[in-house]
């Protein structure tokens, strides 16, 4: 089992940027994909990014993609979601999970484990 706590969330006004964190404990980082997860009020849980256990792959939703740039370091079990160029609509609960699946991962349900979330705010 590992267990997942995400930092780095807050208030930016748009067009600034944000570096959210994913530290992970319990079994062997490397050996899971990652992934980040967004939630709005109202809205249901989205895709955002998502990265290979070596972090050799990565995939983005369409809506970050140019914008957000997922990263892992093995060494210090945390993975990383930099978001620059900040909209208004990417204001949500950020969440990251950790999937037991052999290369990336895009679906929500293929994820085993889910950290507690971070709230992005981002002002117009």
């Known amino acids: 089992q590992v267990q997942l706590v995400e930092s780095g969330g807050g208030l930016v006004q748009a067009g600034g940027s944000l570096r959210l964190s994913c530290a992970a404990s319990g079994r062997t980082f490397s050996s899971y994909v990652m992934g980040w997860f967004r939630q709005a009020p109202g809205k249901e849980r989205e895709f955002v990014a998502t990265?290979?256990?070596?972090?050799?792959?990565?995939d983005y939703a369409d809506s970050v993609k140019g914008r957000f740039t997922i990263s892992r370091d093995n060494a210090r079990n945390t993975v990383y979601l930099q978001m620059n160029r900040l909209k208004p609509e990417d204001t949500a609960v950020y969440y990251c999970?950790?999937?037991?699946?052999?290369?990336?991962?895009?679906?929500?349900?293929?994820?085993?484990?889910w950290g507690q979330g971070t709230q992005v705010t981002v002002s117009s």
């Open positions: 990265i290979s256990r070596s972090g050799g792959h990565t």
């Open positions: 999970a950790a999937s037991t699946e052999a290369f990336i991962v895009l679906v929500a349900s293929l994820y085993d484990y």
